[in-house]
């Protein structure tokens, strides 16, 4: 792959990801439109170490809000790593469960099972946008409804409850491309009671947290593409595929940091429901693109 592409992916990547809209879904159809296979290995790999990218970008960005949350005191800490360690458990079963239902389901018989498959496809990414839309559009209309009932800490986590929640929705999200992991996770701290602030802080610290097992898990899918491949006499480079994926990282990376800083403001209060309607006028354009051949 050119590295035009790679820095065009990067790009999109980069913008999206702070806003609640899907930044996978973005880069998939990005790459659709660029007639690339984003359920390839190699592919896939490329995807998540963009995630990579923009996730060390947050922890630059966030990080004086987190060391003033979750590192002023030894309690402090505690407490938000028990939640991130409750909410992470809940993520990875319902996860799992799900990858194993799905893989059971739609592609029973087939020889070959993995719910990387199916990332690329755009009939279901729409609906999953969709599905998206909604959560954020409700909870965007309930946080108008109460604004200024909640004042903006800085000095606590989410509750148990909360952060239940919101780890057994992330769970949902990983299956699924269109369905924003943030804009779910946060709009369900929302919905659970929490500031939208708090729900925030916390739905990226558990991003971070989750990342470096995702890159992990496409790794080893990449290596046993490329013994699969090369036992069938078509070896796939493995080195290019890892030295691109690094590359896209890097400029998702920088991306992000300008996305983060330009596109903060529109994560003021009471702005939160035009990301569900954003989503959801984008699952129409996915739906269309569908129909179109894509």
């Known amino acids: 792959m050119s590295i035009l592409k790679v820095i065009l992916l990067a790009i999109v990547q980069g913008l ?18 660029m007639h690339l296979n984003m359920s390839s290995p190699q592919m896939t790999l490329l995807l998540v170490m963009l995630h990579t990218g923009t996730m060390f970008a947050v922890i630059v960005y966030f990080w004086q809000q987190w060391k003033r949350t979750y590192f002023s005191s030894a309690d402090a800490f505690r407490r938000f790593a028990v939640r991130v360690i409750w909410a992470t458990v809940l993520t990875g079963i319902i996860g799992e469960v799900i ?19 199916l990332f690329d496809r755009l009939d279901l990414i729409a609906p999953a946008l969709l599905a998206a839309g909604i959560v954020i559009l409700i909870a965007g209309l309930m946080e108008k409804r109460r604004m200024g009932a909640h004042e903006k800490v800085y000095g606590d986590s989410v509750t148990m409850r909360q952060a239940g929640w919101i780890g057994a929705i992330q769970g949902l999200c990983l299956p699924f491309r269109g369905f924003s992991r943030s804009g779910a996770t946060i709009s369900t701290g929302m919905l659970a009671g929490a500031s939208k602030e708090r729900a925030e802080r916390f739905s990226f610290a558990l991003a971070v947290v989750l990342t470096p097992a995702v890159v ?79």
Do not use: Q
């Open 216 to 294: 992990g898990r496409e790794i080893l899918r990449l290596l046993k593409a490329s013994h699969e491949a090369a036992a069938a006499g078509a070896p796939i480079d493995l080195h290019g595929s890892v030295v691109t994926s690094l590359l896209g990282a890097v400029f998702a990376f920088f991306a992000g940091l300008v996305a983060l800083r330009w596109l903060s403001s529109w994560l003021e209060e009471g702005r939160w429901y035009l990301f569900g309607i954003y989503c959801m006028v984008a699952s129409a354009v996915v739906f269309g693109l569908y129909h179109a051949g894509y």
């Open 99 to 117: 990858n194993k239902l799905i893989e059971k389901t739609m592609f029973k018989g087939a020889p070959k099972a993995e719910i990387e498959l």
């Open 16 to 33: 999206a990801e702070l806003l609640p809209v899907s930044s996978s879904a973005h880069v998939v159809v990005a790459g659709k439109l």
